[in-house]
């Protein structure tokens, strides 16, 4: 049985989604000509993925972020 680790690395080595990285710390994942319309225009819609840790986590971020509720449609 697949659980979420090996589900996540099977999917970066298929090249069905990048690593791992913080935004935070590491900027969004993007092209030069995603870049080059965000310079020119101001928007480009890049999804991103969060893994909770716990949750705990999950319920923190929740209450504070109210598109990861309205996006999973609740």
Request: charged share 25%; hydrophobic share 30%.
């Amino acid at each position: 049985m697949m659980n979420f680790d090996h589900w996540l690395e099977y999917g970066i080595k298929q090249g069905f989604c990048g690593p791992p990285v913080c935004t935070t710390h590491d900027g969004i994942p993007s092209t030069r000509e995603e870049d080059d319309v965000w310079e020119e225009f101001g928007e480009v819609c890049i999804h991103m993925m969060r893994p909770y840790t716990d949750a705990a986590q999950k319920q923190g971020v929740e209450e504070n972020h109210s598109p990861s509720t309205w996006r999973m449609g609740r």
